[in-house]
């Protein structure tokens, strides 16, 4: 496990000030290189949906149909990176408009799993989203079909 940001060796706080360091430049990685992608919350997504080393890298997860998990403002770089088309989701309800205009469909459920995709809401649906994160990580690929 290891963190990815924009840069190598920075610390980064989260949106409740909690510290960060990043392990390794998103330009150091590539899908290969990954069993699974995990995508947080909080104001990183609309950071990382400006970049298109960010994006690239969620689109050659999803075509690689490997495990991309978002929860809560995540979904925001998914949008971006233009793999929402035809899509089931969930996501904190504030950016439910970005990813209907984005093509995917929005539920209100703890978790959605739709092929590689698993997403939630909020901080509080955390045990179904690594429930099923960890099973996803199990599964081979899987592709939308």
Known sequence: ???????KGVKYAGKH??????DKSVDEVTAADLDCL???GGWA?????RDERFKKLVRDMNDAG??????????WLLSSAKILRE???????????DVEFAGATYVDQEVV???NLITSRTPNDLPAFCRE???????PPVHKK
């Open 1 to 7: 496990t290891f963190t990815i940001g924009p840069n």
């Open 17 to 22: 000030g909690y510290p960060c360091v990043s």
């Open 38 to 40: 995990i995508i947080p």
């Open 45 to 49: 997504p609309d950071y990382w949906r």
């Open 66 to 75: 490997k495990p991309i998990g978002s929860i809560c403002h995540g979904p």
């Open 87 to 97: 899509r089931t989701i969930t996501c904190f309800v504030a950016i439910r408009d």
């Open 113 to 115: 799993v739709d092929a």
């Open 133 to 139: 994160l960890i099973q996803a990580i199990q599964r």
